[in-house]
Nanobody, 117 residues
Framework: QVQLVESGGGLVQAGGSLRLSCAASGSISSINAMGWYRQAPGKQRELVASISFGGITKYADSVKGRFTISRDNAQNTLYLQMNSLKPEDTAVYYC???????????WGKGTLVTVSS
């Protein structure tokens, strides 16, 4: 089992920045990719960004150039630096982990990001 705990969400004005963190613990050796997903009210959960342990990254088109995913292997922590935030970025952001980009098996409880206009 892998446990994931997100932090760093909050309220920010449009154009501002936030950095999300996801601390992973447990059977870290069983996972090869981690990612950030978000779910806005009334919408399905969608990929924001993911990173494999080989360093391959993927981003949703809507966040390219504004968000950066990174990880600290020594600390087993995943980050999402979010710049130039827009009201449409408002959502609950979830950290996921699994054997590949397409197979996230473990999930955190989420952290709320609210961007005011």
């Amino acid at each position: 089992q892998v446990q994931l705990v997100e932090s760093g969400g909050g309220l920010v004005q449009a154009g501002g920045s936030l950095r999300l963190s996801c601390a992973a613990s447990g059977s870290i050796s069983s996972i090869n990719a981690m990612g950030w997903y978000r779910q806005a009210p009334g919408k399905q959960r969608e990929l924001v960004a993911s990173i494999s342990f080989g360093g391959i990254t993927k981003y949703a088109d809507s966040v390219k150039g504004r968000f950066t995913i990174s990880r600290d292997n020594a600390q087993n922590t995943l980050y999402l630096q979010m710049n130039s935030l827009k009201p449409e970025d408002t959502a609950v952001y979830y950290c996921g982990a699994g054997p590949s980009h397409a197979a996230m098996k473990y999930w955190g409880k989420g952290t709320l990001v609210t961007v005011s206009s």
